[in-house]
């Protein structure tokens, strides 16, 4: 057997730890993956966190599972399964937590579910009936004590009107619904009769108007019989946004807080995902826009007016976003104080 050269002997020995290293490395880094902290959410199914739900976005300290679902099933699991950690909830609901002292689950600033809200009022076809125009008028609402409630009498009050001269009726938009306040009902809002829905009150002109999240099922932008207030909702969001500069945030994340005590840090580490699942997710309405034929010029339309962050997570970004959400439940007597954003991400602002 040739004697192995000086050169050959170090090209070899450096290969050997150069292959012990990269396998000591792999070792280590499934140990640390092993070791990481597993953090179990749930989640509507939306597309925006579709790179959460593949496995695309992930990080290194911190295993995430991931629960996906119907709205109102994932909204009752997250604080309520003791199997999930946490997930989406109702701002409104937790706010009016903060309210009492209530400390079981903490917030952190990922705002799950953001919308404008012109596009959610509905009146009668041929109807002239205006927004600038609805006070003294009896007003269907989904529910009185939702976020989403909460930024409409917000838009209302943005456009001259008084949300306390409007007699309100809460009930389900197309089925007869028992809707349960998570507060005190005012004088002025009363619950629709036990077997009438909104649509049905509506159509019988029982009340004038209707504030829902999803179109009613009678809804045809033509022909009716169930059309929007304002057709163009589009010009009228973009104006409430350019003159507050709020984009309005309805549900946010939260964790157990026997989880929080355990690593406060996990706070941190969870916005680093949605943030980084937002950038993907944004990257992809670029490279792939063709969920519509002019998707592309939704997303350009949309971050020339608002900016390339407009689903921004974190607290700084979102600051007066959510003080204008603390301030509105306080005018509508939600809550008994004036809650601070700061109380609201108490914990988050502890870590």
């Given amino acids: 057997m040739n004697a192995l050269s000086r ?7 450096g ?3 150069g292959t012990s290293l990269v396998h000591t490395r792999a070792a280590l880094a ?5 070791a990481a902290p597993a953090i179990t959410l749930a989640c ?9 739900a593949t496995g695309d976005v992930q990080h290194d300290e911190l295993e995430l599972r991931w ?4 709205r109102s099933e994932m909204l009752r699991r997250a604080v309520s399964d003791p199997e999930v950690d946490g997930g989406e909830s109702s701002m409104l609901r937790h706010l009016l937590r903060v309210d009492r002292g209530d400390g079981s689950l903490v917030a952190v600033p990922v705002f799950l579910l953001r919308n404008f809200t012109v596009r959610d009022f509905y009146t009668l076809k041929g109807s002239s009936l205006a927004l600038r125009s609805l006070n003294g008028h009896r007003i269907g609402i989904y529910n009185w004590t939702a976020s989403g409630a909460t930024w409409y009498r917000h838009m209302l009050r943005y456009l001259g009107q008084d949300p306390f001269t409007i007699e309100w009726v809460v009930g389900g938009a197309d089925t007869p619904t028992a ?7 005012p004088p002025h809002v009363s619950n629709a009769p036990a077997d009438k829905s909104l649509s049905d009150l509506l159509l019988a002109g029982d009340i004038d108007a209707m504030f829902v999240p999803l179109p009613p099922s009678k809804y045809h932008p033509e022909q009716g019989p169930i059309v929007r207030i304002v057709p163009a909702f589009r010009s009228l969001e973009q104006r409430y946004f350019v003159d507050t500069g709020y984009y309005p945030t309805q549900h946010v994340l939260l964790l157990r807080r026997q989880v929080w005590d355990r690593d406060p840090s996990v706070g941190g580490r969870l916005l680093e995902i949605f943030e980084q699942c937002e950038r993907k997710f944004t990257a992809g309405q670029r490279l792939f826009p063709y969920s519509t034929p002019w998707q592309i010029g939704d997303v350009e339309e949309t971050e020339l007016l608002m900016g390339p962050d407009f689903h921004a997570h974190g607290l700084e970004k979102n600051r ?5 959400f603390c301030q509105s439940a ?8 004036r809650v601070t954003v700061d109380e609201y991400f108490a914990e988050f602002l502890r870590r």
């Fill in 7 to 13: 050169r050959k002997f170090f090209l070899a020995a």
């Fill in 15 to 17: 290969s050997v730890a």
């Fill in 30 to 34: 499934q140990r640390v993956a092993q």
């Fill in 44 to 52: 509507t199914d939306y597309l925006r966190f579709t790179p959460l």
């Fill in 67 to 70: 629960i996906r679902g119907p």
């Fill in 179 to 185: 809707v349960t306040a998570s507060a005190p009902l």
């Fill in 320 to 324: 007066d976003t959510v003080d204008a």
């Fill in 330 to 337: 306080f005018d509508d007597g939600l809550t008994e104080r």
